[in-house]
């Protein structure tokens, strides 16, 4: 069962119907669905917000909803979350602590982080369980992560902040950069549109490339592109600056990013 198929829920839900998912073992609520879902789900023949009672509690149920709505949610979802279930929850900052007093019934619960890029299958998510997670159900977390992507599990569930300060947030740091280096561009004579497509084409281009070549470390590939006393090492010298460069810049959005993760937690 997954409850909130918005932006993750969705892209979750996607790559579970792509890896063939058996439509039967679904069900979505959803209090919001938009018309794409509906017609997604009606398509699948997956079942969107059951009437009460007429569901048993899920072996897992996984839990996108905004942690803002935790709260809010908690009493619709008390009984889908029994002891039977496994509660997997991808709420940024909700510790197993917060989740367990918001359902206290629940089995046994694992806090994952993924990312959108889960959507095409390219997703990268950490995940840590509490010690009522059992190997079946270990199982269980590392199929449905796995089918949207790379699994990174973690011994302690407070370096779930640290995941989602660097790739669960990560994504939306690439789509800027690749705003500001159209940007730029359009400020050293491009058309705006002309920028954007070289801009768009070279972080694909990028990404592909480092999937393409696992065993070359990112710093081979940048050294790659970097003739000595070319254009390339001038524009690195700005942004290798130690004082208002990219690493100082990356440092202060992934740590703003983690005080954010605390800061919701409760
Ligand atoms: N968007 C992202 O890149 C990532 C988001 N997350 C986490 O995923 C969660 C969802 O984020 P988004 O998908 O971006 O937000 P969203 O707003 O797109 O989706 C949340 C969905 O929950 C639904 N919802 C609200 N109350 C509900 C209820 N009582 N029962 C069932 N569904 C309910 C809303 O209608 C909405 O469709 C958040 O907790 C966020 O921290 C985690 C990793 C990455
Ligand atoms: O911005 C957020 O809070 C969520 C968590 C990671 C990505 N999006």
Not at 36 to 56: F, H, K, S, Y
Not at 74 to 89: E, K, M, N, R, V
Not at 231 to 250: H, Q, R, S
Not at 251 to 262: C, L, N, P
Request: net charge negative.
């Amino acid at each position: 069962m997954l409850a909130g198929a918005g932006q993750m829920g969705g892209a979750l839900l996607e790559a579970w119907l792509d890896v063939g998912i058996d439509h039967r073992c679904l069900t979505v609520l959803e209090p919001r669905p938009s018309g794409p879902l509906v017609e997604r789900l009606d398509r699948a023949g997956i079942v969107l917000n059951p009437l009460a009672g007429t569901r048993p509690s899920p072996d897992v149920l996984v839990l996108a909803v905004k942690p803002q709505m935790l709260e809010r949610a908690a009493p619709d979802l008390l009984p889908y979350a029994q002891p039977g279930t496994l509660l997997i929850s991808v709420l940024a900052g909700k510790t197993i602590a917060d989740l367990r007093r918001a359902l206290p019934d629940v089995g046994s619960i694992a806090r994952a982080m993924p990312n959108t890029p889960a959507a095409i299958r390219r997703g990268i998510t950490g995940v840590a369980v509490d010690a009522a997670v059992n190997e079946n159900q270990k199982a269980a977390i590392q199929f449905l992560l796995a089918a949207v992507g790379e699994v990174e599990w973690l011994a302690d569930e407070n370096l779930i902040d640290a995941v989602t300060a660097v790739s669960g947030s990560g994504p939306a740091y690439v789509f800027y950069l690749t705003e500001c280096l159209a940007k730029a561009g359009e400020a050293v004579g491009l058309e705006a549109a002309v920028a954007m497509r070289l801009a768009r084409a070279t972080v694909e281009g990028a990404g592909g490339l480092m999937a393409a070549r696992p065993g070359d470390t990112s710093e081979m590939l940048r050294r790659n592109v970097t003739s000595p006393g070319g254009t390339t090492a001038a524009a690195l010298d700005v942004l290798m600056m130690d004082t208002g460069g990219l690493p100082m810049l990356i440092s202060a959005a992934v740590a703003a990013a983690h005080r954010r993760a605390a800061e919701l937690s409760g």
